[in-house]
């Protein structure tokens, strides 16, 4: 924490203190009270600058960039989906090279229905109010400290291979986890997605949207955090939500995503295709404390050749 207020100070923040907040698996983050008495949310990750990804090349779309800052993208990304998509995302009072400071906010009431209701409407018209032509990003952004790459396609098929899939297998820790057959099952199965998952307009994701990265207003207003933005399929984010740990309060969200935009037969049963980036990149973190590598063995398993 430490950290954190020295950089609180230097960006004009008098931090009398900070409570450490727990949740995220990347940044170090707390709430800080002012000399004043109010309260900010912070973050910050060790060294300044650029993003500290391990990603491995650089983006190579029509006018991308390699990647910048992680938090100047992050408060790019909450810009986006407030103006483009209508979604509650917090305020962004600063952002400077390894610190982002953000209006304070309240944690889900995880029980409360009405509140995964209203969530799941706000997805819902994010993505029904956002269909484009292409798939990706203006630039690279980042998903947690690895690079993600948004070079801009017009297959969405292709796009999630290349950009979701295929570009976590060189990560060291994920080359570490899977030998060679279970990588050519991988192969295999980014090379059948065109079968897999039917053809769907690139909407405005989130792209990190699990139980972590909602909070609250007050009032029961659900508000997104760390985004890692993107043009990809709707079902990215249905998937990442309904694939992760909630509450039961959260099956409200689906019946309500669907009030708004339908979701398509099928989905329940894509949705690990579509989470194999999330647990891929879970490993690529050092974070598979509870079996992702077997979990991805499991959604692979029907691609393994068989001897």
């Not at 949705?271 to 194999?276: H, R, T």
Request: include cysteine; proline fraction near 7%; aromatic fraction near 8%.
């Amino acid at each position: 924490m430490e950290l954190l207020v020295r950089r609180l100070r230097e960006a004009g923040f008098p931090a009398r203190s900070v409570r450490r907040v727990t949740g995220g698996v990347v940044a170090t983050a707390g709430l800080a009270t002012l000399a004043d008495g109010s309260q900010v949310f912070a973050k910050t990750l060790e060294g300044k600058g650029a993003g500290t990804g391990t990603g491995t090349g650089t983006g190579d779309g029509d006018g991308e960039t390699g990647g910048g800052d992680v938090f100047e993208i992050e408060a790019e990304g909450l810009r986006a989906l407030r103006e483009l998509g209508g979604v509650a995302t917090p305020e962004v009072l600063a952002v400077r090279p390894g610190l982002l400071v953000l209006q304070p906010l309240a944690p889900r009431p995880d029980g409360d229905a009405r509140f995964w209701e209203r969530l799941g409407h706000s997805i819902a018209t994010l993505h029904a109010t956002t269909a484009t032509g292409r798939f990706g990003w203006h630039q690279d952004g980042w998903l947690g400290r690895v690079r993600q790459h948004n070079a801009w396609d017009t297959d969405g098929h292709a796009f999630y291979a290349r950009h979701r899939i295929l570009r976590w297998l060189p990560e060291p820790l994920v080359e570490a986890a899977f030998g060679k057959e279970d990588r050519q099952a991988v192969e295999r199965l980014c090379a059948a997605l065109p079968d897999l998952i039917p053809d769907m307009p690139p909407v405005l994701t989130h792209g990190d949207l699990w139980r972590e990265n909602v909070l609250s207003r007050p009032g029961g207003h659900p508000v997104l955090v760390d985004p890692a933005v993107s043009y990809t399929w709707a079902e990215v984010d249905v998937s990442m939500l309904w694939c992760s740990t909630r509450p039961p309060a959260s099956n409200r969200f689906f019946e309500a995503y669907a009030e708004v935009l339908p979701l398509r037969d099928g989905w329940r049963e894509r949705a690990p295709l579509l989470n194999l980036r999330e647990l891929l990149s879970t490993i690529a973190h050092d974070d598979d404390h509870w079996g992702a590598a077997q979990a991805v063995r499991t959604i692979i398993a029907p691609f393994a050749r068989k001897r």
